[in-house]
Each structure stands twice: as C-alpha cells, then as structure tokens.
C-alpha cells in the first residue's frame, strides 16, 4: 500500500509491517561534490604518482598527508553514494523492530526486542554547531524528523520525507506498533 503523493514505501503482510525511504537527492549538492572530487583524487593521484616515481621525498608529514587524503576521499564518496542510492528500512513485528541504513545492497541494522523500543515521537531537532557530528545531518547521513528509543540509543529517521509525508508516516508507524501491542509506547506520544 503506497500513496500516490508518498516518496516511502509502506508494507503490511500479515502481522509484519516494513517502511522504506529513500534519502532526498539534492542534486546541486551531489553535482558540487562530484566535481570536487573528480578535482581532489586528480590531485592526489598526481602527488601519489610523484612520490611512487621518486620525485617527491617521503617524508612523515607528505605520508601523513596521503594517509588523510586516502581516508577523506572514501568518505565523501560514501557520502556521495549516500546522496545517490541511500535508504532508510524500517521492519516490525511482534518480535521486536529491525532498523537499517542501507547503499544499495550494503548497510547497517539494528535489531531491537519489544521491551527495548520506547517513545516513538516526531522531533524536529536542529543541529548543534558545537557537535563534530552535525556536518552528517547536513549530509543527510543522519538526523530526522520521526525518533525512535531503542535500547540506549535514540534513532532520528526520515530526513528525506516532506512534512505531510512524516505526519502520514507517524500515523501509520503509531497505528503499526498499536495492532503489534507494543503497550510500553506510551500511545507513541505526539508533540
């Protein structure tokens, strides 16, 4: 079942229910850190084949500098791929809440029990510019409108819904985890 207006896909077979949102593609974004890129491995290919053909002396800081240029440019071209082919999964069912980040066919999930998912909330939490993190949610690596406590842990998820797609969303998860009695919720509280 997938609303016409909906960017996520919302599934229920029987006593399983699945949400899955794309990331939002920021197009200018994506073509900025593609030409950024394509000019920063160019560079370092270059100053790498240097120092591979002896030209340039390999002394601990020119080292150091490869070593931190190696590791930036794989994490921008995660973020780039992020940007591109990311995705949000969400899976519940009477044995507890799967939550996952996926590129593609690779990602990270969370499993989670009943009694550990609490307080499913809509909260619109701006970045804090002292948090080395807050550069992700930017990204849109993290961050969100709708939260979810599992555990120790608080999940922030669809950074890439409209408005009215996560007032939709929350409805749908609030009746999901009622029909799955998830009783400990607190009725998912609304702000």
Known sequence: MKPQSHNYEFHQEGGRYS??????????????????????????????????????????????????????SALVVVCLLWSLFGREIVELDSTGLRFGRAIGPVGRTWRFGTNEVLNLRKSYALPRFWDPWSGLVFLGLAGGPLALDCGKKTFRFGRGLEDVQVDSLFDQLQNAFQRLGFGHLGGCARP
């Open 19 to 72: 949400v899955v949102m794309p990331v939002r593609r920021r197009w200018s974004m994506i073509v900025v850190i593609t030409l950024w890129l394509v000019g920063w491995l160019s560079g370092v290919g270059i100053g790498t084949g240097l120092w591979v053909r002896g030209t340039a002396t390999a002394d601990p800081f020119l080292l150091g500098w490869f070593a931190f240029a190696y590791v930036f």
